[in-house]
Each structure stands twice: as structure tokens, then as C-alpha cells.
């Protein structure tokens, strides 16, 4: 019997992946194998849309029953892979089944990083699947205290989420200023400032000292003495790659499953993807990062895809990230710590990019914030032009009156 194409994770790579091999023209069996109940669903919609409709959501899908089964997709739900023989080139299941492969991928994701102090608290929570969105939605009341630990782009989404449903919000951030990671101080700053217009409390620089559970609520003690009491603390530090199963198996780890530029692990036969992997980025001269990033998940499950059929073709792309708070739209394309100087353009309506270039002028990045889409265009040229590792004239970038497109043809 032949073995066939094994993929363990059914978030957005793992899904993406599935099909692709199909779209790609491979015809033998595909089983995507997945712990949840629900078919494959977009997570980006978790923190935000999912909080605020006013209808009952339910999981936006990937793909439904009968795409799986036009395409002989054996999706197997509410299933944990316990082991993977590399050996004997087979994965086992909890409950003893044994299947085959030829080519393997790991999509395992990434799970939130937990918070010690918040272990034995009820009150205290994450948010990573579906079933969590709908436990904190049903807390998102008005006037209900909310205190989010962590001021990344989850947390503040968060944050945003609970105003706009009526609850007092408190943003806990240990570091100097929120969105530390990947976005520019200028960049946070507006985002800051619309938070507290908003009515959200955010206190930067402050640690945790305890956590403990009354009856009904819990009673966060911070480093400046303060207590603050809340009916509900959502943890929102970041996120742990899942690579047990790859550590098990022998393969390479570190930040994630180490892939090369194929997205192939320290075993050829065996892939890995998504928020799982560290892999090298060309454009930054080999960087190994990991990224959690909704179109990255997307790129790199039909690029593994491709390569578990033999095409070999490395991973180019450019990362690309974005957040929706409140009605401001934030973008970034690339990464903004490879640069060493930064050119400002405004769009107008308080719409503006900053474009990052390293010392040899090379753009190695930009990021935008504006109402809704408004540098979206932008930075999709941006993006082009970091590709291509295009080295423009700063004072061309910063006139507005300078179209991007024209860099572009240049």
C-alpha cells in the first residue's frame, strides 16, 4: 500500500498544505491529521472579528467537508500524533493507528507562552483556539474588569476587542513600551496614544509580583505595589514553537524546527512549516528566524508543499505582518531591526510609512499605520521593492509626490 503524503498540524499551513498537493498534482493519499474538532480555521479573526460581531460567530474555515472530499483529502480531526518513527517512516497516533508516509510535514504551530505565576488561577487565560475566543467573548461585558498581561499585537487586539464591548481594560507591559517586537517606537507611539484615548490603562515597565484567585476575580500585585483586580487576565506573552514530536524524533531544534531553505528538516524526508520552523531568510543574508504571521503560515504551506514533491525551490519571501485596533490599519514588510536609518512618508490623513534601509541604503523594511487600508498599497509596493533588494534615493522615498511604482520601474 502505498504510503503517501502525511501532514501533522491542521491550522492554516498545514491546511494550505494539504491542498496544494493537489493543486500541484500529486495524486496519491494526503492526510492532514489535526487535534481540534473543527475543520481548518483562519485564527487572525480570533482576537478581533470574533469578539466584537454582533451575531454569534463560528470558526471562518478554511475549506469545508466537500472540498476535502473532492480532492481525497483524508482530514483526521481530534487526533494527537504521539510518536514519529523516522525509521520504519511512519507517524502513531494516540490510540495505536499507524500511518505511512513518504514525505512529511510538521505544522505543528506555536501555543502561548504561559505565565508561571498565572499556573493555578481560573481566572487567568490564553488564547489560541476557537473555544478560547468564545470563553473570553462571553467575559467581554460591559464594565467587566479585563487585564491583559503582555503588549503585543494579540494582547492590544485584545484590549481593543474588550472596549468595544463595554469592559475596563488594563494592558500590562513589562517592557519599556508596547509592541517591543518588530515595530518602530513612532509606530507604537499612535497606537499608545489611541489605546488610552480609548480609556485602556497601559502600564509599561511594570512586572508581575503575584497572582492569586479571590472567589469571583483575581488580584494581580505588580512591581510597583499596586494591586489590580480583574475578572478576567488574559496572558499575552508571545508564543512557544510545538516542536516535542521533532525533538523526539531526533530531529534538529532550536527557536522552532531548524529547516534550510527548502523548508526541509535535519531529515530530508521530513519538512516542517509555519510558526513551527526556524528557517533562513535569503534577503537578510541566510537570518534563521521564526515568524507568526497569518500569510507566512499561508506562503510557506504550498511552498513545502511544492517541495515535498521534489521542486526545491527556497523560501524568498519577504515577511509581512499587520493588526486592526480600533479603525487603525498597521502593516509591516520586512524586518525593521535590519535597518540603520529611517526615511518618513506621510499619505496624508495622518497615514504615514517609515521606510528602514541598512548602512549600505539598501531597504531592508517599512512600516505604515493609517485609518483602515490607507497604507496598504504602499506597502505592498515597499514590499516589492525589499525583494528586490532595491537601494532608493531617501529623499524620493520620503516625497510623497514620488510614486513607489516609479522606484519600482526604476
Not at 523526539?248 to 534550510?260: D, K, P, R, W, Y
Request: glycine letters at 10%; one cysteine or more; hydrophobic letters at 45%.
Amino acid at each position: 500500500m502505498q504510503n503517501g503524503m502525511v501532514i501533522i498540524g491542521a491550522g492554516e499551513c498545514g491546511a494550505r498544505a494539504a491542498f496544494a498537493l493537489r493543486e500541484n498534482g500529486y495524486d496519491g493519499p494526503v492526510t492532514l491529521i489535526g487535534t481540534e474538532q473543527h475543520l481548518p480555521y483562519e485564527r487572525p479573526p480570533l482576537s478581533k472579528d470574533a469578539m466584537v460581531s454582533d451575531s454569534h460567530p463560528s470558526p471562518r474555515t478554511i475549506a469545508g467537508d466537500e472540498q476535502f472530499s473532492e480532492k481525497r483529502i483524508d482530514f483526521i480531526a481530534r487526533s494527537t500524533v504521539a510518536a514519529i518513527n523516522r525509521p520504519a517512516r511512519h507517524v502513531v497516533l494516540e490510540d495505536g493507528r499507524q500511518i505511512g508516509y513518504d514525505r512529511l510535514l510538521l505544522a505543528t504551530g506555536a501555543i502561548p507562552r504561559a505565565l508561571p505565576l498565572a499556573a493555578n488561577s481560573k481566572h487567568c487565560v490564553t488564547l489560541r483556539s476557537f473555544e478560547d475566543a468564545m470563553a473570553i467573548r462571553a467575559r467581554f461585558q460591559p464594565d467587566a474588569r479585563i487585564v491583559v498581561i503582555g503588549g503585543g499585537f494579540i494582547g492590544l487586539e485584545l484590549a481593543a476587542s474588550a472596549r468595544r464591548r463595554g469592559a475596563k481594560v488594563t494592558v500590562i507591559e513589562a517592557q519599556a513600551r508596547i509592541m517591543m517586537r518588530g515595530v518602530p517606537e513612532e509606530i507604537a507611539h499612535i497606537i499608545d496614544s489611541r489605546h488610552r484615548a480609548e480609556g485602556v490603562s497601559i502600564l509599561c515597565n511594570t512586572g508581575i509580583v503575584s497572582i492569586v484567585d479571590n472567589a469571583e476575580n483575581v488580584a494581580i500585585t505588580v512591581s510597583s505595589g499596586n494591586v489590580i483586580a480583574a475578572d478576567l487576565a488574559i496572558i499575552g506573552i508571545g508564543a512557544t514553537p510545538v516542536t516535542a514530536l521533532a525533538e523526539a524524533s531526533g530531529l534538529e531544534t532550536g527557536n522552532g524546527i531548524v529547516v534550510n531553505e527548502w523548508l526541509q528538516t535535519s531529515d530530508p524526508d521530513v519538512f516542517a512549516a509555519g510558526d513551527c520552523c526556524a528557517f533562513p531568510l535569503a534577503i537578510y543574508g541566510g537570518r534563521r528566524v521564526r515568524l507568526e504571521a497569518w500569510r507566512n503560515a499561508q506562503e510557506q504551506g504550498t511552498l513545502a508543499a511544492r517541495n515535498m514533491l521534489g521542486a526545491l525551490e527556497p523560501h524568498q519571501s519577504v515577511p509581512w505582518f499587520w493588526s486592526d485596533q480600533y479603525e487603525l490599519g498597521l502593516q509591516v514588510a520586512g524586518l525593521a531591526d535590519e535597518g540603520t536609518q529611517t526615511v518618513r512618508r506621510d499619505l496624508g490623513d495622518g497615514a504615514f510609512i517609515l521606510f528602514h534601509l541598512d548602512e549600505n541604503g539598501r531597504l531592508v523594511a517599512a512600516s505604515g499605520i493609517g485609518t483602515g487600508n490607507a497604507v496598504a498599497k504602499d506597502i505592498r509596493l515597499a514590499e516589492m521593492l525589499i525583494a528586490r533588494s532595491a537601494r532608493p534615493d531617501p529623499n524620493q522615498l520620503a516625497e510623497s509626490a514620488v510614486k513607489l511604482k516609479s522606484l519600482l520601474a526604476a
